[in-house]
């Protein structure tokens, strides 16, 4: 080693230590005929005392430099309680300049100077010298390894599945790789290792797990990137429940050992439905109440004509209670909300304990009118078809969240019972919500075998649960269909018939002739975890060296032209 | 779970217990009224009793199907010492296939019955039923888990870099994958991470490792696959001891947890210039010695003229010694060696103890007859340029090794002092031998700046070395070159001129303008090193779903046409 010790772990029971240190002039300040240097590395700071015979070295020393350093540890007379080695100082002996730094292309530890987000990625091997970087790094890892240490501790067996794939005949966008030896022939990278997994319980593995990296060639937003990390997750012979404990213990393991935190498990669960119709989304923010009450029934006959026709076509109407008295431009706001979700505006009625005012006050029926002025606050009310209504409350029920800073503390559980189906317009058919191996709940087998109405799209359960954290899916899983009648009687509901089917899931269904366990299992979105975990502001934060908002890569350079000769090779054109 | 234990935990004291098993039909025997079948799951095998009134069931039942039985545990007559389970057997109440087993494609468990390797990655998920192959899977989990349990220890972060990376300037041939965002580039498949681990100690992390995979578009060989896993390392302000120190560390931790072989170290270092002139390879198998002799100056004078001409040409005359007298017909196999080598064969002489015989006995002086009758065997004896000669006779050195089946217990160790550059006949001049950011020795510094002749190439050692283990090179890593005026006098060297370095190494270049630590590292093959330790016959046995001989996926089909609507999306055409 070029060093003795690192730079954060010299304290004053080393006093008198002749020492070499090596790492980064993270400050330079010179005073009188001296100057002092913060040396920096991973492990933390100590300050070297550089006297007059090393002049001509410390007159020329830049910021960010490496140094290696010789020298003796003393005590220090202004003891900095706040560093881990503030108690000494190394008064420098010898020291080398391993490389000397440019002038900096931003200010790295500065977060005053401004510095674009594309500047910081381009250097990212610069912006990750800061020490909550780093922190970020670590805490990846140690992530990692609890979780993996978790799984071997289940019997779990981690196995690496293949990146060379085929390509998948649903799902995202693949990233296609074109094979040099098989013309007009090309490898996908995976979306996920899902057909793999299934295959590994179909050979016994029993139970499996991956933490792996995944890719879909889909337009970027705040929450993704092309590529991210997945903890896989698989295991025979098991149901729902099963495969919920697992996760519960995995996230309770992590939040206990890196954050502290006592999660109660079992974590709470909700449908599907009851989380829509409650609070408006499938992976509700329950940091906060604010659920909806069904005002249907009131409105039936309500003299309100919008009211009345969205019960008599069969809709709903509900409503949130908020005790705050809203203004006419916080409501104007949420009406904006309501506006993004399709809807023209949002009702309200607002009673400041005294009398009843708002959008539709003028027009309610005493009934209604006696209703609303039970309690001082606003109601906020929404009419129409199910879904769209709710969802767009959900959206109105956020934007409350924020606004009166409601979303404190840390709400995890889990939404259960997803639709088996969802409507997909351009199809004019009814398709897998998740994948057209997932379960549907038991009792509702008999639906199945004949297509479906878009009408009734949504409402057979599915074995599948996704879990939330903070209003963020963090993961989502199912059990499988295993049983080969009920996976006939699904293809058939898709209009997929045996051709088709042999084409785009031969290798599942081959292998499920050979003796297929029942299964099941989830996956999570590493990143993502991470990003709920530390509350960074995006996805780029966790991870080492991220695509940017445009899907490019500033650092490499990269996508980039390709050497014609080897596209020659590969025999492409681009046109 | 659908099951209250595994297959591989019930004894005799869980006798009279009413269990939940569940697993796979391994063999089922008939015998009067009653059947008995082996239930099998990855953690062991139990024998099922099944009496008349399941009969229905087993009549028709297949091997490998699924089954989840209920029964009480009861003492066998006829104790099975060879089963974990042996004391006991289940007596069957209740009986469910789960999933039943069409005739199968191979005899699984039965390597008597003949079937291709291609059958077998074919249904690749019933080969791994095998418990040979779950034990490859558990072992090679179990070693990912040491090594990443020593690198934690070692205060390592494992980085996760990035898959989606730009086309590398050199090395073997990346896989490229077209952008659809950006028409007409490309993103490139990583051959290793060697960049971002540059840069991840210019962001000071220190102490790096991953465990990764990397991707070549090379035609597969026996130990070869497009994608392969890589333990890649990574660490700062160290020299070449250090790194081996820690790959040592991290290789003993493997054996001796995994195998409990107990490796002594330092682990022997050999350099690359005496294992060659010793051995004839640059990763010698030292499981045996067979060690060359230098006879050159005994050729010098020695009227045979092919001998003299090679010494005058500045050549070697190399010999090998064998106890053994070997025949005509085992000299024309080790003759066939030498062909492959381009050489026409070996020269030999063989003393019985009484008379010399052998291609060149009769034409020897009286001084060498002296000299080949001292001891009973044979001499092998080749000459010419000293590189293709040892080379040759290191071919033949191994032919003997296997021969003589002298390739017993276990030989790791180092060969250091890498050549920095090698011949390129293409190029018509030198070119690095590993990558342009090894370091040359310390002393040889002064050699860089101008071309090199193609006879002094291989004379500048480097800072490089490879782990060897039983003729198998594992690992390799260098100590960078980290000053500025040395990379330049490198890439000089090389005949590369400034634009071209921009163009082709500008991210690190770049990177080392702002403070880079002295830094080192090593990659191991961890597919490689997994066949080795398990002896495996071919690198595809210590992979989960390995492509074929020809670089194709049998069991997925890949790679396969893509949709034309995709082709047409990335601006793609096939010729």
Redesign the interface.
């Known amino acids: 080693?070029?060093?003795t010790h690192?730079c954060g772990e010299l304290t004053k029971k080393d006093e008198g230590k002749e020492v070499v240190l090596?790492?980064?002039?993270h400050n330079i300040r010179k005073f009188g005929k001296k100057a002092f240097v913060d040396l920096?590395?991973?492990?933390g700071i100590t300050q070297l005392v550089l006297d007059e015979k090393l002049k001509d070295i410390y007159d020329s020393l830049t910021k960010?430099?490496?140094l290696?350093v010789s020298g003796k540890v003393e005590k220090r007379k202004d003891i900095n309680p706040e560093m881990q080695t503030g108690e000494i100082e190394i008064m420098a002996n010898t020291l080398v300049v391993?490389?000397?730094?440019?002038r900096?292309p931003f200010e790295i530890f500065n977060p005053s100077v401004e510095s674009t987000e594309e500047t910081r990625l381009k250097?990212?091997?610069?912006d990750?010298?800061r020490g909550e970087m780093?922190r970020m790094?670590?805490f990846?890892?140690r992530a990692?390894?609890i979780i993996?240490?978790y799984f071997?501790m289940k019997e779990f067996?981690?196995?690496?599945?293949?990146?060379?794939?085929?390509?998948t005949p649903e799902g995202a966008?693949?990233?296609?790789?074109?094979?040099?030896?098989?013309?007009?022939?090309?490898?996908?990278?995976p979306q996920s290792p899902q057909q793999?997994k299934q295959?590994?319980m179909?050979?016994?593995?029993?139970?499996y797990f991956q933490i792996v990296?995944c890719?879909r060639?889909e337009?970027l937003r705040k929450d993704r990137q092309?590529?991210f990390?997945q903890i896989d997750v698989e295991m025979?012979?098991?149901?729902e429940n099963?495969v919920m404990a697992l996760a519960e213990g995995m996230t309770s393991v992590l939040y206990s050992q890196l954050l502290g935190i006592k999660l109660d498990k079992p974590f709470p669960k909700i449908t599907w439905h009851d989380a829509l119709d409650k609070y408006g989304s499938d992976k509700p923010d329950l940091r906060f109440e604010l659920s909806f009450v069904d005002v249907t029934t009131d409105f039936e006959d309500s003299g309100l004509r919008i009211f009345e026709a969205a019960v008599k076509g069969g809709g709903v109407v509900k409503a949130i209670f908020l005790r705050e008295l809203l203004t006419r431009s916080e409501i104007k706001k949420l009406e904006d909300v309501a506006k993004t979700h399709g809807f023209p505006g949002v009702a309200w009625v607002k009673y400041d304990g005294d009398e009843l005012s708002g959008s539709i006050a003028s027009k309610l029926t005493d009934n209604l009118k006696q209703k609303f002025s039970k309690k001082k606050g606003t109601t906020l009310i929404m009419a129409g078809e199910w879904l769209p209504t709710v969802l767009a409350l959900g959206g109105i029920r956020l934007a409350l969240g924020d606004k009166f800073n409601l979303k404190k503390g840390l709400s995890v559980l889990w939404v259960t019972e997803f639709p088996l189906f969802e409507w997909s317009e351009t199809l004019k058919s009814a398709t897998p919500m998740h994948h057209p191996f997932t379960s549907p709940l038991k009792g509702f087998e008999a639906h199945l075998g004949e297509k479906i109405s878009k009408e009734d799209t949504l409402n057979i359960p599915s074995r599948a649960y996704d879990i939330v954290i903070n209003g963020v899916e963090i993961g989502g899983g199912s059990i499988r269909i295993?049983?080969?009648e009920l996976q006939e009687k699904m293809l058939k509901t898709l209009g997929i018939n045996k051709t088709v089917a042999q084409e785009k899931f031969?290798?599942l269904l081959d292998?499920?002739?050979?003796?297929?366990?029942?299964h099941g299992g989830i996956a999570f979105g590493f990143d993502r975890l991470l990003q709920v975990m530390l509350q960074t502001d995006s996805i780029r934060d966790v991870?080492?060296?991220p695509?940017n908002k445009?899907?490019?890569?500033p650092?490499?350079?990269?996508?980039?032209?390709?050497?014609k000769e080897?596209?020659k090779?590969?025999?492409?054109?681009?046109?």
Chains 1, 2 share one sequence.
């Open positions: 080693m070029l060093r690192t090596a790492g980064w002039a920096r590395d991973r492990y960010e430099s490496v290696i391993a490389s000397k730094a440019e900096l250097y990212r091997y610069l990750l010298r780093q790094l670590e990846r890892f990692e390894m993996r240490n071997q067996v981690e196995v690496e599945t293949p990146q060379l794939s085929k390509p966008r693949d990233f296609l790789i074109p094979s040099r030896v098989i013309k007009k022939n090309f490898w996908a990278l793999y295959l590994l179909v050979a016994g593995i029993d139970k990296r890719f060639d337009d092309y590529e990390t025979s012979f098991v149901d099963d295993t049983d080969h031969g290798m292998a499920f002739k050979y003796g297929v366990p029942p991870i080492a060296f695509k445009s899907g490019r890569a650092m490499e350079d990269a996508p980039s032209k390709a050497d080897a596209l090779e590969l025999g492409l054109r681009c046109k």
